[in-house]
């Protein structure tokens, strides 16, 4: 699996979680990396990306997730502060070669399996 999500889990309205994507199975440097998630009956959607030096968030999410990334450790991350109900979804991983932002999902060339996050109000 080129791609490993966890930190995934249940907590109330306004707390946090970090999520973690392993990508170890990559030559890390050579990706951008993304996050998206999706609810149940809903369509995929971006959540935020990251290149060597620059972020990009969807609206929804700015000013409450944070993404980095860890090119010793092959690892990027998505700080999650603040979370809704609404932010209940199962969240992926994606990685795109090149050094760009990308913000659609078909763009990306390796996906993770998902993580489950759950916010109750």
């Known amino acids: 699996v080129p791609l490993m999500e966890s930190g995934g889990g249940s907590v109330q309205a306004g707390g946090s979680l970090k999520l973690s994507c392993d990508a170890s199975?990559?030559?890390?440097?050579?990706?951008?990396m993304g996050w998206f998630r999706q609810a149940p009956g809903q369509e995929r959607e971006f959540v935020a990306a990251?290149?060597?030096?620059?972020?990009h968030y969807a609206d929804s999410v700015k000013g409450r997730f944070t993404i980095s990334r860890d090119n010793a450790k092959s690892t990027a991350y998505l700080q999650m502060d603040n979370l809704k109900p609404e932010d209940t979804a199962v969240y992926y991983c994606?990685?795109?070669?090149?050094?760009?932002?990308?913000?659609?999902?078909?763009?990306?060339?390796?996906w993770g399996q998902g993580t489950q996050v759950t916010v109750s109000s």
């Open positions: 994606a990685a795109a070669v090149g050094d760009y932002i990308r913000t659609v999902a078909r763009d990306f060339d390796r």
């Open positions: 199975d990559l030559m890390f440097s050579r990706y951008s």
């Open positions: 990251i290149s060597w030096k620059l972020t």
